[in-house]
């Protein structure tokens, strides 16, 4: 099936969906105009202790803990209203599989705080209506533009901690019930994460979303053997219009897997949303800012083989 074919497809799909979206718009929460939602989260970041109250957690890296995080949604605005550390077995079990998606993990991508973070999964959670249901990865970025190559190297030291939850995700759930959802940087963690650990060989999980990847297209490809093997399905959303991945093509002086709209493999789906991405100046964070990209993005996590 030809890229276009999918793109279809996953609009057909996300029409048949439109019941769960208009769920979501309908819930007395959305009325009222607040969402407070409780997000489970996982971090390698490290923790800097504080005289009163919770630990900070710092751009270093650290050991693997669990937390939860709490957020308020109001509109197309969110707020960090507090959050917890909790040991990393409890945050895993406090977990509730949905029956069709089972769970799902979402790591980030560069220049983007804890607080951020938390707020964009919270959000992401409500849009794909995975509440309970979704974990967040945060690594320890720097929330510094200047500073991408300094979270690239943060990023290939956070494989191991990334494996690690995956494992504990597949020991929980199973692993043919885990699905993982990564945003650009982030992208290129799992594929490397993914392509060499050992500690996850012979594990296959579910659905592998790769939303805006600035991953090198060849590199991707020549992943994907493994990735294959891995994952029962990939799907790569990408826009032509991403003005990051396009800043970070100038960076890398090569095209990015995310903007390359011309790149299709029959081994993987390819949802182009470049004519739904509008608004937002870097047209970067669409499948958290735009819900028609939201809907699309739960299609194919609730596709079938």
Same mark, same amino acid.
């Given at each position: 099936m030809t890229k276009t074919g999918l793109h279809l497809a996953a609009i057909t799909a996300a029409t048949a969906l439109s019941g769960c979206a208009l769920a979501y718009d309908r819930s007395p929460a959305h *009325?009222? @105009?607040?969402?407070?939602?409780?997000?489970? #989260?996982?971090?390698?970041? /490290?923790?800097?202790? !504080?005289?009163?109250?919770?630990?900070?957690?710092?751009?270093?890296?650290?050991?693997?803990?669990?937390?939860?995080?709490?957020?308020?949604?109001?509109?197309?605005?969110?707020?960090?209203?507090?959050?917890?550390?909790?040991?990393?077995?409890?945050?895993?079990?406090?977990?509730?599989?949905?029956? *069709?998606? @089972?769970?799902?993990?979402?790591?980030?991508? #560069?220049?983007?705080?804890? /607080?951020?973070?938390? !707020?964009?999964?919270?959000?992401?959670?409500?849009?794909?209506?995975?509440?309970?249901?979704?974990?967040?990865?945060?690594?320890?970025?720097?929330?510094?533009?200047?500073t991408y190559g300094t979270d690239v190297r943060k990023m290939r030291a956070t494989h191991d901690s990334l494996a690690q939850i995956l494992g504990l995700l597949a020991a929980q759930f199973g692993s043919t019930n885990v699905n993982v959802i990564a945003h650009s940087l982030g992208s290129r963690g799992v594929v490397d994460t993914i392509f060499g650990n050992d500690s996850i060989r012979g594990l296959r999980f579910r659905k592998l979303v790769l939303v805006a990847p600035d991953v090198d297209p060849e590199h991707f490809e020549a992943s994907l053997p493994t990735l294959q093997r891995h994952f029962s399905d990939i799907t790569v959303f990408i826009a032509g219009n991403d003005r990051a991945l396009s800043l970070s093509q100038i960076l890398h002086r090569e095209r990015r897997l995310g903007n390359?709209?011309?790149?299709?493999?029959?081994?993987?789906?390819?949802?182009?949303?470049?004519?739904?991405?509008?608004?937002?100046?870097f047209r970067h964070m669409y499948h958290v800012r735009n819900p028609q990209i939201a809907t699309l993005l739960r299609a194919s996590l609730l596709d079938r083989e």
């Open positions: *009325e009222a @105009g607040t969402i407070f939602a409780k997000l489970p #989260f996982v971090t390698n970041r /490290s923790v800097e202790p !504080r005289e009163r109250g919770q630990g900070r957690l710092t751009t270093r890296t650290g050991e693997l803990r669990g937390g939860s995080c709490a957020v308020e949604i109001r509109g197309d605005k969110s707020k960090l209203l507090s959050y917890e550390l909790r040991p990393l077995e409890d945050t895993v079990s406090s977990l509730d599989a949905d029956p *069709e998606t @089972g769970v799902t993990v979402y790591i980030h991508g #560069f220049n983007e705080p804890f /607080s951020k973070n938390c !707020r964009y999964a919270a959000v992401l959670a409500e849009r794909l209506v995975l509440r309970d249901s979704l974990l967040l990865f945060s690594w320890p970025t720097n929330n510094k533009v200047v390359a709209t011309e790149w299709q493999t029959p081994d993987v789906r390819v949802v182009d949303v470049t004519t739904l991405n509008e608004g937002h100046f």
